[in-house]
């Protein structure tokens, strides 16, 4: 199999591409808006993104996330250059992964990269952020690539939130590693 590149955008997409990064020793990148986030990452490959658009701050909004790669296509462009499968990952709900995510993925579409995605939706107290996680995932899949999704609210039971999470990456990271031995397999 390629080994892929595990690109988390946004916090939660780093936290979960580390993981995947651990479990099956894959290479990971950060995008993230946010430097302070950056100065902490244990990804292997940091890339801030919208510095005018966000000051090194968190992007907030989707609409902002989304500015933030756009303004950034370049970069990430040649960032992807020389890959030739991807793994991007997100928790849809906050500005950076949201908003970005689909400009990320129209870049390595029109690259010619393959690309699949695994994205978590917020937990059910998050009320405001799961109406913003299913109009961006509902975006998404018009597209063509598989996505991956886990549903923090259907797992909170009998959970702590950590283990909530920990149980999201496994699930997401078991998915995409099948996903993708079985598309690699056919061609
Ligand atoms: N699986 C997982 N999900 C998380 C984690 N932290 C937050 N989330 C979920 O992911 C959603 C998005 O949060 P973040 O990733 O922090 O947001 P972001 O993409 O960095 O965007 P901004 O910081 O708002 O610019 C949250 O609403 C939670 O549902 C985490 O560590 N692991
Ligand atoms: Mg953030």
Redesign the pocket.
């Known amino acids: 199999m390629k080994t892929p590149l595990v690109v988390g ?8 591409a580390g993981q995947f990064g651990v479990r099956f020793g894959w290479p990971t990148l950060e995008i ?3 430097s302070a ?1 950056l100065k902490q990452s244990a990804l292997d490959r940091q890339l801030l993104i919208g510095f005018s658009v ?1 000051q090194g ?5 989707p609409m ?2 989304r500015l933030a790669a756009q303004e950034s296509l370049q970069v990430i462009q040649s960032e992807f250059d020389s890959e030739n499968v991807l793994v991007l990952v ?11 995510i689909p400009v990320i993925f129209d870049v390595v579409q029109s690259m010619g990269v393959n690309c699949v995605a695994a994205l ?4 059910e107290h ?1 009320s405001g ?1 799961r109406k913003i ?1 299913f109009d961006a995932l509902s975006e998404l899949r018009s597209r063509r690539i598989a996505v991956f999704v ?1 549903d ?1 609210a259907a797992s909170m039971e009998n959970k702590n ?2 283990d ?3 149980g ?2 496994e699930e997401l990271a078991e998915a995409v590693n099948a996903s993708l031995l079985e598309f690699q397999q056919a061609g």
């Open positions: 955008v946004g916090g939660a997409g780093s936290q979960i993230n808006t946010d986030a966000c701050q968190a992007a907030n909004t902002r996330g997100a928790g849809l709900g906050g500005g950076t992964g949201t908003g970005a978590t939706l917020p937990f998050e952020r996680a886990h923090l939130l950590l909530a999470f920990q999201a990456a």
